[in-house]
């Protein structure tokens, strides 16, 4: 009976998406393997909607950047957010999958913090510092969700999904790195700002 329900399940992954898959039915399959596959492909959704909402809004942030340094790195990011999105839709082709997103509430509140801060303070290296701090938070993210889904890609033996992966991850990487030496100066910035403005 459990051998016909998990022959059942995988034949409905291959041939729909796995949206149209009752969650009930996927998760009382008795394999591991099973298990964490549909944990594999939630977590491509959630992230692939990460790099979209993005796409839409970190070139807005751009626009109120004063350190033109800081803007340089965020106009990078968004470049290695397009290759990132890129790879993430080979991953669902490579699972024979639509690639579809899953929201994620926790970049959408980064992202109104964001806006929020825009309005908040006035254009220069305090809102930078406010930005550069949000924007370090959310390549956070992205590291731990491209480190995570590798490391799960490498357990399900989809040696293409894992590479590609990686190299998402190795760019959020550099991309913290870069924004780490930044923030260290446009901090030190906006504090000597303050200090001329006391005097």
């Given amino acids: 009976m459990q051998v016909q329900l998990r022959k059942t399940i ?17 998760l009382e399959t008795k394999t591991t393997k099973e298990r964490l596959e549909y944990i594999f492909i939630d977590m491509l959704k959630d992230i692939y909607w990460t790099e979209k ?10 626009k109120s950047i004063y350190n033109e340094l800081l803007l340089e790195a965020v106009e990078q990011h968004i470049d290695a957010v ?3 999105n890129h790879r993430i839709e080979r991953c669902f082709e490579i699972k024979k999958l639509k690639a579809t997103g899953k929201e994620s509430p926790a970049i959408e509140c980064l992202l109104k913090e964001a806006n929020d ?11 930078d510092a406010s930005l550069i701090n949000i924007i370090q938070k959310i390549t956070h993210y992205q590291i731990s969700a491209y480190g995570t889904l590798k490391t799960t890609a490498t357990v399900l033996n989809e040696v293409e999904c894992a590479i590609l992966l990686r190299e998402s991850k190795d760019d959020e990487l550099r991309n913290d790195i870069i924004l780490t030496n930044l923030a260290e100066k446009i901090n030190q910035l906006a504090a000597n700002m303050e200090e001329e403005e006391v005097d």
């Avoid at 995988?10 to 996927?26: C, F, H, R, Y």
């Fill in 10 to 26: 995988l034949d409905k992954m291959v041939k729909e998406p796995i949206d149209l898959i009752p969650q009930k039915l996927i």
């Fill in 117 to 127: 801060n825009v309005q908040k303070f006035d254009l220069g290296h305090v809102r």
């Fill in 53 to 62: 909402y993005l796409l839409r809004t970190l070139p807005e942030i751009a």
């Fill in 82 to 84: 397009y290759q990132q």
